[in-house]
């Protein structure tokens, strides 16, 4: 799982950042630097600056590491071209699952929070994932495979059905 980032946007450093997750901030002087690709020390967020949370799910017997990291790619045509862009792509920032599976089953949780705050506590066992929130609020999320192939999920709260997927 791959997702290029914003304008801005890199990892910041961020105590207790649970394994398999990476935190992500903003500042506004990387912006100029966003089309050559940003390879800079993590971000050191203020009290009540924005983050993200970026947490994979895993069962805990699969490899699991979250990575935000300055790409530098090298082609025939010094870059990578898109049909869809005007012009070729040769730097980046990247957000990658790297993550060694028997099928390709990600499922991502973003979590915006304030510098600050107490991120939640985050288990899985088996389909089920949980979230445990500093004044004791859960929610679980139930993954489902159908028949079909397709991922679907159940999320309660405090034992209360709040959402499910059609």
Excluded: C, H
Aim: positive net charge; glycine residues 6%; hydrophobic residues 35%.
């Amino acid at each position: 799982w791959t997702a290029m980032t914003a304008k801005g946007v890199w990892k910041a450093d961020y105590k207790n950042t649970p394994k398999g997750a990476v935190v992500l901030g903003y500042d506004d002087k990387l912006v100029k630097l966003w089309d050559k690709g940003t390879d800079v020390t993590p971000l050191s967020p203020s009290k009540g600056d924005p983050l993200l949370l970026v947490y994979s799910i895993a069962q805990s017997n699969e490899e699991n590491n979250v990575v935000m990291e300055y790409v530098k790619e090298s082609t025939n045509q010094s870059g990578i071209s898109f049909t869809n862009f005007a012009s070729t792509i040769g730097s980046y920032n990247r957000l990658s699952i790297d993550r060694n599976t028997v099928k390709a089953n990600f499922k991502v949780l973003l979590i915006p929070f304030k510098y600050g705050e107490e991120l939640p506590t985050i288990s899985t066992v088996s389909n089920k994932t949980t979230i445990t929130w500093k004044d004791g609020q859960k929610d679980v999320l139930d993954f489902a495979v159908d028949a079909t192939n397709r991922s679907k999920v159940v999320v309660t709260r405090d034992g209360k059905e709040v959402v499910k997927s059609k």
